[in-house]
């Protein structure tokens, strides 16, 4: 049976017919309206009735940006949305007659690379989402992990180092300052203005302006041999890798899938963070070391996973 | 159904009879025979059949030191028995015609903890055993952790402190490093000798011989207000929570049990625990703090979860 | 003999004639034109010839914020004034017929304070001024420590934290980036959004806008008894003294002068600089601690001195 | 004029005459007897008196392990000698007739290296030396500093990790315990018995026993081109280099001479040292790169340094 996945952004909403294999039989996309609760609802009631027209289907996933209630029925806080205890299944739910679920975005998308993606002949999985900030999402024993209040995989925010960078969060030294896009850029522009003739090259495709530099043209740079764009896409890969070596050793996964924008350097990142985890694991020698690959279910993840989510429960 | 449950130590074998709440019927031990596989087997396998001349049983759960494989069935490694690819289970369902499985013996006590003790009412539960080591076992969902080759649960080697203090296992700055008993004698011992006037106290206790300082002695000096002493104590549960807040950031559980020899500090360790928890928890104020409590099954404990896990699958 | 100091700042140059007791007799400001180098000489010369018209003097000393050369002659390099290589003693020489040489502002500022302020009584001193950033100026058995080239006294840029927050200077973990007004400023903002109840009234006072806190906000609340300020303002004290048990180690000063704006929170921020120090100071029971001591040549420090290092060459 | 410099280590005490240029023309040594005080004053005096016999000199210097007081007569404390305000230069000298002055081993070292070898050229220089420890030693513009309490130099206790590897001075991340003998043989050991790959031919040198791996056996490794033992003294290296790079912030110096048996190292120590200074030295493009040279003056340094500053006074 097909299932329906929403996944809500901050600029847009995108809704497909998902099926058995998660494949997108038929999409649609809404602009996100704001962040208001109510237009919000409304949009997506719209896009499901819109798929509903030509598909029949079982259920809902919707999946958001968020600290999403063990329950699956309410988003407790969304920073982006400005939501606090919104519950958004019991609405949705209310106006289309079909059974919904709500997940955490990247737990959706990490879902969709276990069920059908680089984890799919894994049953321990862990995904790390390398984009503007960090994201994780867990599969224990082929099992989503959710936490006793729906928060588990927050990776972005264990400790790293202690007394290290501000984070967002109020806190010091959380991972996601030390292996995120926004990590990359400030490094970067750090780097561009500290004279070291390593990160001159970069620092001249800037045009001479450090705050010019992005994380595309650092990757596009380290693809065409920059030294400088490899020292900083080897350091976050680092990081990258000795945080799931600390990973490992509480959970121990087959395998981490790595997604997001920074993903797209490929080995450039996962090279590094490959031979940090190997330096960094414990028992190391007596143990497999997990695999890094990089996340293949693309854009659509996040509604795949909602989606397929959404069915087994159905 | 009763089942029997053994933990084998550095130094003895401890079996028992344990019922289905939990409760220890019946014990019997023996002197761990070195390092011998056959010898230990044999010990097993008679202390086994000694307690089965009294009481009908489904099922013997062994748990031991080491990895575990994940189809627990072999000690893969085991660091104080010298064993390597023991294959434990065959062996001894072999001589004695039940059903046998192996576990680790911190997920052991870890899943008596979660059935019958501090965690009783819990889905989600860590388990940190601060004694000579760090141990650890993880509960989620009810189901206990143990990783795809079986690792799971090793808190004491997630990272801390990069650069920090040197670990047996070849790498720097692991928890185990700053939260263990070995962690609170080597802080005492460096404290004492030098000549902060805090410390000076304690020096005293131990007769002005910084070495002969040990973990109970600084606990037992804590207990009667010795203000060095809780100092030390307090910066071990400051790393504590420290590490718990990274833990809850990942698996976000209900509770931590916290068991092993310094947990006789009780509150003395649990209060600066659940501060640097609290202060180092990501999205406090949008969740509950999970609570703290020391672990209630005792020594018993290996047993008893072994017994219990054991019967699960008879 | 009188001499003439001149304090060239980002906005205002001031200059007065200051007698060999170190008092400011007469003084006059010009507004600092922009960056332009023969404006500004032009201001400076103006100024020295105002104040000479009623006094008679030996010398001209001017401070400045950057780089100056070990001749002292040349500024090597402003930040501030984006000033490369100015010659600027040369110039000025050039169109007043006196001796002139050229200070560092902030060794200009400690040496006031060697010899006319807090440590006219010290042989050693170390004088580190947390404004909004962190200076340094360090005067060894009696002699003001310029370095090789002129560089001496950045102690704003001892390592601190490896891996630690991002500098300016492209580096990390800087000492300033923990000891400064803006250190101070950026940690009390994100404790603000950080839910801890310590810092919640801190939030209030700022009507519960975090962007609008700032350090003299931060030094009145703790003045006033505020918990979460006084304990920011502790912060800040121990990475001081921690940073100063380093300064010690290696140079051994009698006492440390502690200046700048943050310097007004007084014991508030010198009792945990203190307590950090003792327990940090290698050899602690075995040698004198340091002194700690607020400064107290006030804003006209950089001129004081600037004169007085003139004088004694003149 | 010929002076005397008498060097007192834990085994043996070494005194020679030394003439004007640094050279050594004549030279005697005795065991050290135990940590006798009056035992050791007597070997001094003899070996003075034997050495008095065919040449005539005009003062003794005395070199020792230890804090030496700030008026060069008094041994304030010596960990290895057990002594504490030993009066040594006033004890020695109402039996020899002679002036004598005491300085610490590492600043008379240093003073052998700034006068006659590597830093003959330089008016500002730090000496490290990497032994089993790690000693320190500054001249700022032609000086020898020696701090208001004598204390100056001891490098080895600069804070380089917050919350790092215990030091034997009772607390934690001193640089010594990152740039020392002792801190090559500790990493050596751990990373052989970590299955790196990297580390087992080292291990396979030691024959499968990592605690036979010693500082040597490092180096001869490096030297024929084993991997890990190059990455051991490039890590060595880099804190080296880190290290020092705090040090330019606050002093400047125009040279590092870097001493101790493990600077037999040569380059494969100080290029990783030159690197990791060039990356972290604050104004880097607007100041020149101090030097980094192998220490000259070999095993007689502290005869040397001794005999020198003694003369300088007489």
């Known amino acids: 049976m097909h299932s329906i996945g929403v996944d809500i952004g901050g600029t847009k909403i995108a809704a497909g017919v998902v099926d058995e294999e998660g494949r997108i039989v038929a999409s649609t996309r809404r602009v996100t309206p704001a962040t208001d609760q109510d237009l919000i609802q409304s949009a997506v009631v719209d896009a499901v009735h819109e798929l509903r027209e030509d598909h029949e289907v079982a259920a809902v996933g919707i999946g958001a940006a968020g600290f999403v209630g063990a329950d699956r029925r309410t988003i407790v806080f969304a920073a982006n949305l400005a939501w606090r205890d919104a519950a958004i299944a019991d609405e949705v739910e209310g106006r289309i007659d079909l059974p919904v679920v709500?997940?955490?975005?990247?737990?959706?998308?990490?879902?969709?690379?276990?069920?059908?993606?680089?984890?799919?002949?894994a049953s321990d999985m862990l995904m790390l989402t390398v984009g503007t900030g960090l994201g994780g999402a867990l599969v224990l024993d082929g099992r989503l992990v959710r936490g006793s209040g729906g928060?588990?995989?927050?990776?972005?925010?264990?400790?790293?180092?202690?007394?290290?960078?501000?984070?967002?969060?109020?806190r010091r030294g959380c991972l996601e300052q030390y292996t995120s896009g926004t990590a990359l850029v400030r490094a970067a522009r750090a780097r561009a203005v500290s004279s070291e003739p390593?990160?001159?090259?970069?620092?001249?495709?800037?045009?001479?302006?450090?705050?010019?530099?992005?994380?595309p043209m650092v990757t596009h740079a380290a693809q065409?041999?920059?030294?400088?764009?490899l020292a900083l896409l080897a350091e976050l890969g680092h990081w990258l890798g000795y945080g799931a070596?600390?990973?490992?050793?509480?959970?121990?996964?087959?395998?981490?899938v790595v997604g997001g924008g920074v993903s797209s350097a490929g080995d450039l990142l996962l090279d590094p963070a490959r031979t940090a985890y190997a330096s960094e694991l414990v028992a190391r020698g007596h143990r497999p070391l997990a695999r890094f690959a990089v996340a293949r279910t693309g854009n659509g993840a996040g509604m795949i996973g909602a989606a397929?989510?959404?069915?087994?429960d159905a």
């Open 102 to 121: 709500v997940e955490n975005d990247a737990n959706a998308a990490g879902w969709a690379e276990f069920r059908f993606g680089a984890a799919q002949d």
């Open 308 to 312: 397929d989510l959404a069915r087994q």
């Open 198 to 215: 390593l990160y001159a090259p970069l620092l001249e495709r800037a045009g001479g302006d450090a705050s010019a530099i992005d994380g």
């Open 151 to 170: 928060f588990a995989g927050e990776v972005a925010h264990m400790n790293l180092v202690p007394e290290g960078q501000w984070c967002g969060c109020g």
């Open 224 to 229: 065409e041999g920059d030294e400088g764009a």
């Open 245 to 256: 070596a600390s990973l490992s050793a509480v959970l121990d996964p087959e395998i981490f």
